[in-house]
C-alpha cells in the first residue's frame, strides 16, 4: 500500500498559488505529486507552463484517449538523496514523478484506473517512475445498449463517431441476470452506460469499463460487438 496525502486547498486559478503548492510537495518531497485540471489548451489550463516554469521535464502531454486526452506527465527535481535512503518504491533518486490530470470527473477516473494506477504498482515493485508500462488486455465481453437506440432494420447504436486514432473507455455494468456468470454462448454481457467526461452518475453504477482500441477504422460500435472489459480496480 502507497501513503497517500492530500494537500490542503484548492489553487483555482491562480498559477501563483498552483506553483507553490508543487514546491511545497517537492520540498517534502514526495515520491509522486497529481493534480486535476488546467491541463488542456484553455485560457485557465497553465499547469503544463507551471510544470516548465518550475524545472519540470515534461515526458508527455496530450494522448490518444477519450475521455483523457489532456493528461500531462514530468520528472520535477526534488532535493531526496540519490542513494538506498531514498525508500523503496521510489523513482530516481531526486526525482518526483507529476501526473497532471483532467479536470473532468470521468476523464482523471480513467487516467487514473488505466495509467497512473499501473505506474504507481510499476514504482511500488522497484521499477521506478521509467518503468515501461504495457496496457493490460482486457476480458472479451459483448456490449449491449442500456437504452435501445432503434435505427434502420433495428439496428442498435451503442457508441458513435469513435475516432480511429484514439482509444476509448466507457463505464458499463453486468447484464442484470449475467452477474457472476456467463451468458449461453460463454461470453459474458454488459452494458454501456451515459458517456462524456463529466458523467459522474455512470461512475456510481458501474461495475468496470469497456474498452473500444485504437486502429479501428470504424465509426460505429454495435450492440451485440465483442469488446474489452476491465474492472474498477487494478
Known amino acids: 500500500v502507497l501513503p497517500i496525502r492530500l494537500l490542503p486547498g484548492q489553487d483555482g486559478d491562480d498559477p501563483a498559488a498552483f506553483q507553490a503548492t508543487v514546491r511545497a510537495a517537492l520540498a517534502a518531497p514526495y515520491d509522486v505529486l497529481i493534480s486535476t485540471g488546467g ?3 484553455g485560457v485557465h489550463d497553465y499547469v503544463p507552463a507551471s510544470i516548465a516554469a518550475l524545472g519540470g521535464e515534461i515526458g508527455f502531454h496530450k494522448i490518444q484517449m477519450r475521455p483523457g486526452g489532456p493528461m500531462m506527465f514530468a520528472h520535477m527535481g526534488n532535493g531526496r538523496r540519490t542513494d538506498a535512503g531514498a525508500g523503496a518504491g521510489a523513482g530516481p533518486g531526486g526525482r518526483t514523478a507529476y501526473f497532471g490530470l483532467p479536470g473532468n470527473p470521468v476523464a482523471a477516473a480513467v487516467c487514473l484506473r488505466f495509467l497512473v494506477g499501473p505506474a504507481l504498482v510499476a514504482m511500488r515493485a522497484g521499477g521506478g517512475d521509467d518503468h515501461g508500462l504495457t496496457l493490460p488486455r482486457g476480458r472479451t465481453v459483448r456490449i449491449r445498449a442500456e437504452e435501445s437506440r432503434h435505427l434502420a432494420n ?7 463517431r ?3 486514432l484514439s482509444r476509448m473507455y466507457v463505464a458499463a455494468r453486468v447484464r ?3 452477474r457472476g456468470a456467463d451468458d449461453r454462448d ?3 454481457e454488459v452494458e454501456a452506460l451515459a458517456r462524456g467526461s463529466n458523467m459522474t ?3 456510481t453504477r458501474a461495475d468496470g469499463w469497456v474498452c473500444f482500441p485504437e486502429g479501428e477504422a470504424r465509426d460505429t460500435v454495435y450492440d451485440g460487438d465483442l469488446v474489452e472489459w476491465f474492472s474498477l480496480d487494478l
Not at 433495428?154 to 458513435?160: D, G, H, K, L, P
Open 162 to 164: 469513435k475516432p480511429a
Open 186 to 188: 460463454g461470453v459474458l
Open 39 to 41: 491541463v488542456s489548451t
Open 154 to 160: 433495428n439496428v442498435v447504436v451503442v457508441v458513435q
Open 201 to 203: 452518475r455512470a461512475l
Open 176 to 178: 442484470a441476470g449475467t
